[in-house]
């Protein structure tokens, strides 16, 4: 039962172009959404986040949409360099009756090519 | 600087033997917790540890058990390993938990032979 989905196994953009990851999810409950991402040998650390509330979070080149209507959030990452070729993970967190915790999607391999 | 360590990056053992992975933390943070990554697929939460309070998943087998001596040490143990436990093992911290940013180690790659 997988809550959250990211069904782009991968993605590759040239160097100063936007680059868009995708996830969706199907918890209702979900209220919280955080994008992590993971270099080679390194954990994934943590990228931006954005709350229900709002639809729209920035920081610097990255952005995150939310469509709580169509449970789906998007990381625009613009313009897109060589150094942010990693795995990109979705996370989702809200009070459901195991407590609040996170649950992540599977991953996105992002390539920027030079 | 503040950060999670792991230990050993690498672990080989053998079918059936038991293996501990090692998590350290230098940030002082309330809650760790452990996550099984196999490959191409969302990493698992198996169990986390509030303080002293354990919390298991549901879904957790009873073959993984962990342990928690103070804060700043975490470990986890497998007590018979077998190949479908092959996996990276991922240890993370939070200051309280909930919505709180977890910050990750590298990773413990465990191959069971």
């Known amino acids: 039962d997988q809550q959250v989905k990211q069904n782009s196994p991968s993605l590759s953009v040239q160097e100063g172009r936007i680059s868009i990851l995708n996830c969706d999810y199907t918890?209702?409950?979900?209220?919280?959404f955080l994008w992590y991402k993971k270099y080679p040998a390194e954990g994934p650390t943590f990228l931006i986040s954005?709350?229900?509330?709002?639809d729209k979070n920035e920081d610097g080149r990255f952005t995150v949409f939310l469509n709580k209507s169509a449970k789906h959030l998007s990381l625009h990452i613009v313009p897109s360099q060589p150094g942010d070729s990693a795995v990109y993970f979705c996370?989702?967190?809200?009070?459901?009756?195991?407590?609040?915790?996170?649950?992540f999607g599977a991953g996105t391999i992002l390539r920027v090519k030079s | 600087d503040a950060m999670v360590i792991q230990n050993p990056r690498y672990q080989v053992t053998q079918f059936g033997k038991p293996v501990t992975l090692s998590c350290s933390q230098t940030?002082?943070?309330?809650?760790m917790y452990w996550y099984q990554q196999k490959s191409s697929q969302a990493p698992k939460l198996l169990f986390h540890?509030?303080?002293?309070?354990?919390?298991n998943e549901a879904d957790t087998p009873d073959n993984f058990q962990s342990r928690r001596p103070n804060t700043s040490f975490c470990f986890l143990d497998i007590r018979s390993p077998g190949l479908g436990d092959a996996a990276m093992y991922l240890c993370?911290?939070?200051?309280?938990?909930?919505?709180?940013?977890?910050?990750f180690g590298p990773g413990t790659r465990l191959t069971v032979l």
């Open positions: 993370a911290t939070s200051i309280t938990g909930g919505t709180d940013t977890q910050y």
């Open positions: 940030l002082n943070h309330n809650v």
């Open positions: 540890y509030y303080d002293k309070d354990f919390n």
């Open positions: 996370a989702a967190s809200g009070y459901m009756e195991y407590g609040n915790k996170l649950v």
């Open positions: 918890n209702s409950m979900f209220d919280y």
């Open positions: 954005i709350s229900s509330i709002k």
